[in-house]
């Protein structure tokens, strides 16, 4: 009997690691992003952003679920400040890059802008 009962607290035990394992903090994102930023758990904008990767995308979603919080910050990207491009799209030199991921969300509010080619 008492090994049985050790042998359920600790497959209770390992049960509670594996659930606390897989929980997930959410990233904390802002300043300058100089190379493209992969995300694959939630996150949040803690201040505003300004993307200087140049024929890629800012920030890449890559796993599907994924909500990104703007908490009403600014992405901004290489495009002139005046007409928020460059006249010819730079391929891409996308703001929030998705990917074909399911049940991705950006929440607002938020800005996403200044990108030579798509914002999201």
Known sequence: MRRSTKACLFAAHVAALVVCAGTAHAAKISGTISSTLSVSEDSDLVGDVTCKVTGAPCISIDAPQVTLRLNAFTITG???PQTGCSGAATA???GILVNSQIGVTVHGPGLVQQFRNTGV
């Open 78 to 80: 290489q495009g002139d």
């Open 92 to 94: 891409n030199e996308i």
